[in-house]
């Protein structure tokens, strides 16, 4: 089955600055790739996803790339704000979906 | 964006009983919904997926006797933790998928957590 692979587990940043977290995949076969934010005791949110005949997506401080080659995607949030400060899930789709196993950023005010 | 409903919110029980949660599909007809177990500052877990008029479908190392999916109709699923013991306590979640958005999108409930005593 697809194995998912995300990192950093925690990603501390100053407020203002750029975060950048990375996932890998191993199942060439999916095909799609969303980003969840999850606040403490709350459900996952989507954020942003994108399938995999696209490279780069972004909306507004939000971006995500996509290297189909390597199998990697990564998140990027510029200007970072301290209400940013979550838990964020990578995810990767065939048939299922496969989660990563979150990065907690925390956006120092 | 579609709202999924879980109930409850949280639960706590006796060893050796059984509980059920609730997932429905308020805005939107779901064929299919998943169930995840989430550890604390852990990734999400899928469990099963559930299938309106079917069987679940189980992921490997998942007691498919100890949880108990029904999937009854179009827009509710439960999962019931049959004879809960400590180890159940976890965080339970479930998704699902609004049609014509080819199975992508999923749409969290607000999850359940259990704590059994």
């Known amino acids: 089955g697809e194995n998912v692979e995300q990192h950093p587990s925690t990603l501390s940043v100053q407020e203002g600055d750029s975060a950048v977290i990375k996932c890998t995949y191993s199942?060439?076969?999916?095909?799609?790739f969303p980003w969840y934010k999850q606040e403490l005791g709350k459900r996952p949110q989507l954020i942003i996803d994108?399938?995999?005949?696209?490279g780069e997506k972004k909306d507004q401080r939000i971006a995500v790339t996509l290297n189909k080659t390597a199998k990697h995607f990564s998140l990027h949030i510029t200007e970072t704000q301290p209400e940013d400060s979550a838990v964020y899930f990578c995810?990767?789709?065939?048939?299922?979906?496969?989660f990563g196993s979150g990065t907690k950023l925390n956006v120092k005010p | 964006g579609a709202v999924v409903s879980q109930h409850p919110s949280r639960v706590i029980c006796k060893s050796g009983t059984s509980v059920k949660i609730e997932c429905r599909s308020l805005?939107?007809?779901?064929?299919?919904m998943f169930w995840y177990r989430q550890f604390p500052k852990q990734s999400l877990m899928l469990m099963a997926t559930?299938?309106?008029?079917?069987?679940?479908?189980?992921e490997q190392g998942v007691e498919k006797d100890k949880f108990l999916i029904n999937h009854a109709s179009l827009t509710l699923s439960t999962l019931t933790v049959t004879s809960a013991h400590p180890e159940d306590s976890s965080f339970y979640i479930c998704?699902?998928?609004?049609?014509?958005?080819?199975?992508?999108?999923?749409?969290f409930g607000s999850g359940t957590q259990l704590s059994v005593l």
């Open positions: 998704s699902a998928t609004p049609p014509l958005t080819t199975n992508e999108k999923l749409f």
């Open positions: 199942d060439s076969a999916s095909n799609y």
């Open positions: 994108i399938r995999s005949n696209v």
């Open positions: 995810a990767a789709k065939f048939n299922k979906f496969y």
């Open positions: 805005d939107f007809q779901a064929t299919t």
């Open positions: 559930s299938n309106e008029g079917s069987k679940a479908t189980y």
